[in-house]
């Protein structure tokens, strides 16, 4: 199963990522058994030799950056001036700036009405973790809750995503259809790649402005004012927010709602948070490149990339196409 540290953070540790790329060797005794100590705030190593061997009785070489830094103090200050300088945001970071419409609560309430809720995703949530019992019917009835989970009358058994921002204010709803059996997707054979939306809908029918400004943002994002000092973990689907955050009731989970969903503009609500980014299957490099992009404007108190799925994924779950999602529940089933 998946085990995120949730320690207190350090501004430095060793870098306990999986894979060889990630195992170095060891000065001491040559054996590539040493992991190195990396800054939390830069995601980037100190100096070759400082770090710890895995060999602990028959090397047991061990050199923190305290010591490091006693030896070389110049490179502390520098390390320190440039913390200084990453926590200023080259650009001014306002979550409550208003250049965007917003959907009337009531149809979050409507979607939510008449046990609408019980669509068919939130059917395989309660077959997959409801008997659980580590987890139980109040688990999924908590996140119906937390997360908005209403449906739809518009397309028959399909569930709404609201997306509910920073400031409680509803920008939009992704309306999908799930297998009730499988949890997977049912698209329609004539638009595959085709969402369908709250805010469509609405204009369609004269019950927005023609011109209605749409900005999305994070799903689950209102969750990030409601728990302000607990780590956030972004996942691309919402799907896998709302499983991980039954799974791990410490994280904030939120869904950027694709590959393309994550960037700049949606990240300003991520500022000085500690920060877990988790890409799907093939996607980690873009991601990396992303969040490093993005880390450049904004300050994250700490941020990382999760590669546990990119790392053990076999070759015939990555032809079938495997997500993290499924990786999680794989792990849980295995676990019962």
């Given at each position: 199963?998946?085990?995120?540290?949730?320690?207190?953070?350090?501004?430095?540790?060793?870098?306990?990522?999986?894979?060889?790329?990630?195992?170095?060797?060891?000065?001491?005794?040559?054996?590539?058994?040493?992991?190195?100590?990396?800054?939390?705030?830069?995601?980037?190593?100190?100096?070759?030799?400082?770090?710890?061997?895995?060999?602990?009785?028959?090397?047991?070489?061990?050199?923190?950056?305290?010591?490091?830094?006693?030896?070389?103090?110049?490179?502390?200050?520098?390390?320190?001036?440039?913390?200084?300088?990453?926590?200023?945001?080259?650009?001014?970071?306002?979550?409550?700036?208003?250049?965007?419409?917003?959907?009337?609560?009531?149809?979050?309430?409507?979607?939510?009405?008449?046990?609408?809720?019980?669509?068919?995703?939130?059917?395989?949530?309660?077959?997959?973790?409801?008997?659980?019992?580590?987890?139980?019917?109040?688990?999924?009835?908590?996140?119906?809750?937390?997360?908005?989970?209403?449906?739809?009358?518009?397309?028959?058994?399909?569930?709404?995503?609201?997306?509910?921002?920073?400031?409680?204010?509803?920008?939009?709803?992704?309306?999908?259809?799930?297998?009730?059996?499988?949890?997977?997707?049912?698209?329609?054979?004539?638009?595959?790649?085709?969402?369908?939306?709250?805010?469509?809908?609405?204009?369609?029918?004269?019950?927005?402005?023609?011109?209605?400004?749409?900005?999305?943002?994070?799903?689950?994002?209102?969750?990030?004012?409601?728990?302000?000092?607990?780590?956030?973990?972004?996942?691309?689907?919402?799907?896998?927010?709302?499983?991980?955050?039954?799974?791990?009731?410490?994280?904030?989970?939120?869904?950027?709602?694709?590959?393309?969903?994550?960037?700049?503009?949606?990240?300003?609500?991520?500022?000085?948070?500690?920060?877990?980014?988790?890409?799907?299957?093939?996607?980690?490099?873009?991601?990396?490149?992303?969040?490093?992009?993005?880390?450049?404007?904004?300050?994250?108190?700490?941020?990382?990339?999760?590669d546990v799925l990119e790392d053990n994924a076999t070759e015939e779950e990555r032809a079938g196409g495997l997500d993290l999602c499924d990786y999680i529940i794989k792990s849980l089933t295995n676990n019962n």
């Amino acid at each position: 199963m998946i085990i995120l540290n949730m320690e207190k953070e350090y501004r430095y540790s060793l870098d306990n990522r999986r894979g060889a790329s990630f195992i170095h060797i060891c000065p001491n005794c040559g054996k590539r058994e040493f992991k190195r100590y990396i800054d939390n705030t830069t995601m980037e190593y100190i100096a070759e030799d400082v770090g710890k061997c895995n060999r602990l009785i028959k090397c047991g070489f061990h050199k923190p950056p305290k010591i490091h830094f006693q030896e070389h103090p110049e490179e502390k200050t520098k390390r320190n001036e440039l913390y200084r300088k990453k926590r200023q945001p080259k650009s001014p970071i306002n979550i409550n700036e208003k250049d965007y419409d917003i959907i009337d609560e009531k149809y979050v309430k409507i979607s939510m009405w008449n046990k609408r809720y019980i669509n068919t995703f939130t059917i395989w949530l309660f077959k997959l973790i409801g008997n659980d019992p580590h987890y139980g019917i109040e688990a999924i009835k908590d996140v119906v809750q937390k997360y908005d989970l209403g449906g739809s009358h518009r397309i028959n058994g399909a569930v709404v995503f609201w997306q509910r921002d920073y400031n409680n204010q509803i920008r939009t709803g992704k309306i999908m259809l799930y297998n009730q059996q499988t949890g997977k997707r049912i698209k329609d054979e004539n638009r595959p790649n085709m969402i369908n939306w709250v805010h469509y809908y609405l204009k369609k029918e004269h019950r927005l402005k023609a011109d209605f400004k749409l900005k999305q943002c994070f799903y689950g994002e209102h969750l990030l004012k409601k728990y302000p000092n607990a780590i956030v973990a972004v996942f691309e689907s919402e799907k896998t927010a709302i499983v991980a955050s039954i799974i791990f009731p410490d994280l904030v989970c939120i869904a950027s709602g694709g590959l393309g969903g994550l960037n700049l503009q949606k990240c300003k609500v991520l500022a000085h948070r500690h920060v877990i980014f988790f890409p799907d299957l093939g996607c980690y490099q873009q991601w990396k490149a992303k969040v490093e992009g993005i880390s450049k404007h904004i300050f994250f108190a700490s941020y990382s990339i999760n590669d546990v799925l990119e790392d053990n994924a076999t070759e015939e779950e990555r032809a079938g196409g495997l997500d993290l999602c499924d990786y999680i529940i794989k792990s849980l089933t295995n676990n019962n």
